[in-house]
């Protein structure tokens, strides 16, 4: 059997705000490119862009699949 993480969700703020902040990355990942576009930075912010964008789905994802559980338990 497989392991899986487990999330524990604050509502619906923690992906607003885990939201907001890859937001805020993607912002200063396009700012950095254009203005540098061989610099060091822009792998180090990709991957914390992509880590930010993993953990939202995965907290989405969590979601889901408790409302559905809830749906198919009545």
């Given at each position: 059997m497989r392991a899986q993480r487990v999330w524990k969700v604050n509502g619906a703020a923690s992906v607003g705000q885990l939201q907001s902040k890859l937001d805020d990355l993607n912002k200063r990942l396009g700012e950095l490119e254009s203005r540098h576009p061989d610099s060091s930075k822009l792998e180090e912010l990709k991957s914390g862009a992509l880590s930010l964008s993993r953990e939202i789905?995965?907290?989405?994802?969590?979601?889901?699949?408790?409302?559905?559980?809830?749906?198919l338990r009545k």
């Open positions: 789905d995965d907290i989405r994802c969590a979601e889901a699949t408790a409302a559905l559980s809830e749906l």
